[in-house]
């Protein structure tokens, strides 16, 4: 907000919420940049960035157990598979193993042509000197030179000034620059980060920056760029935005260096600030695959294409197997992926939702190829990025007709008429508000063989019942019949199955009739009545459901027979 004006209390007549014991007080708001004419949000994406990947540098150091060689190796070759053209390969002078990872980079005949491995290193003289001497042998490498700038670091890590900061930054921008030109053989690019950018004053970080690009002195040919790292996410992604417009604008030498921009996601807004910053003038961004990172993690590069790619911009990231991806990643890093992690969790497709489920269904049934994807609830099609249809519906307590009569279509080549469906999702319900948990296909497909292929022949006299609607359709070979029964002022389906027509439509009527006779009795639901562990037996021979017996594919008539019917 203008001159960081709070935003207005809420409305008179809303809950009054009291004060928490927290100790607010304790902490500063930061102070907005203040531009007033901002462009930014008047833009969309229509490309993706340059990518660089820190999974091997900035995500492996914040591993507990750091990831040997090999594991390394694994990362990295599947980074490369992805599409990576620049991939942060460690920092050579923190460690030996970050060392040995570099040089196998530079000499074990992985590297492709167009890979760029980048390196990082502190503003020290020896550091950077040795840093340099690590890349020998790569054709072409970033040298990210960096330094913390923010103003709590100044006072409290270096007890330096401004000045004092400035020329640490020139001093190491200027060694790096003789350094690269006596690299033989290699094509180094020079990269300058203030560290704890979002933490510094914007006006000495651009001073900073101004100074390290007029020593350097880029031509289109150098590849010089400047990062700017949210090393420490301090502010909404709006401000980030806003902050790098305005570095954007007044950055020297704009038209021949690269913006990037490197987020952390202290604040959970990671993926947005990034978003945001690419429309305010960012060309690059620096993220691991799915966020790990220091404290709350690094920018998660994953969500950022997929945030692309759903509307319509190609990643130019090779995404199409999410779980394999994610699969290499949790075997190298030993961190698990959140179920509802975007794009790639165990559970972002699927729905439990009643409603959820219908729409989806309904959503999936009207879609007509080769049309623009719009299917509710589902922002991209699941298919696209490896997942199938079978698990976009789950089925719960919290389900309703729709889900059901989805899986049954997509798993059983059932179409359900929507009164069975009302039928048996009450049933369904029944059973899993007495059992908890969820149903799998096969589960389900036991409980309406129980309950509507084989339901309990009724005791006493049957009654007299009227036939108001049959469903025909193919199945498996044979025919499946759905009929709906009229009598006492109650209606109930039946179904069946069988290889012959007639047979079908005799078992159909059988089970409505019985159904019927049930529901005139108002005896214990035949299904609901279920017993939760896992089985459920009729008054027959017992039958074994929800035990993970496969359904068989016909149903046999109830035993007994002949239905009275009045037309």
Known sequence: MPGGARAAAPARGAAVQRPSSLPAGKYRGYRPIGLADRTWPERTLAHAPLWCSVDLRDGNQALIDPMPLERRKELFRLLVRLGFKEIEVGMPVSCRDDHDFVRWVATGGELPDDVTPQVLVPMRAELITATVRALRGLPRAVLQVFHPTSAVQRRVVFGASREEVRRLALDGAELAMRLRDRLTGTHLCLQYGPESFTQTEPEFALEVCNAVLDLWRPEPCDDVRVNLPATVESFPPHEFADRIEWMHRNLAHRDRILLGVHPHNDRGGAAAAAEAALLAGADRVEGTLFGNGERSGNLCLVTLAMNLFSQGVDPMLELGDLDGIAEVVRRCTGIPISPRHPWAGEYVYTSLAGSHQDAISKGLRARTAGEPWDVPYLPIDPRDVGRDYRTL?????????????????????????????????????????ERGGELTPDEMYALFRQGFLAPREPRGPRPEAEVVDVVEQPFRGGCAVFCQVRGGGVTRWGAGLDEQRARARRQAVRSGVSRLAAALR??????????????????????????????????????????????
Do not use: C, W, Y
């Open 393 to 433: 519906v789950r089925i719960s307590n919290q389900s309703g007709k729709g889900g059901i009569a989805h899986l049954m279509s997509a798993e059983h080549g059932l179409e359900l008429p929507p009164g069975l469906r009302a039928e048996f999702a009450v049933e369904v319900q029944d059973v899993l508000d």
């Open 522 to 567: 108002r005896p214990e639901p035949a299904v609901a009545s279920a017993v939760t562990s896992g089985a459920v037996a009729t008054s027959g021979a017992a039958r074994t459901v929800l035990a993970g017996a496969a359904p068989a594919e016909t149903g046999a008539a109830p035993a007994g027979a002949a239905a009275r019917l009045t037309r």
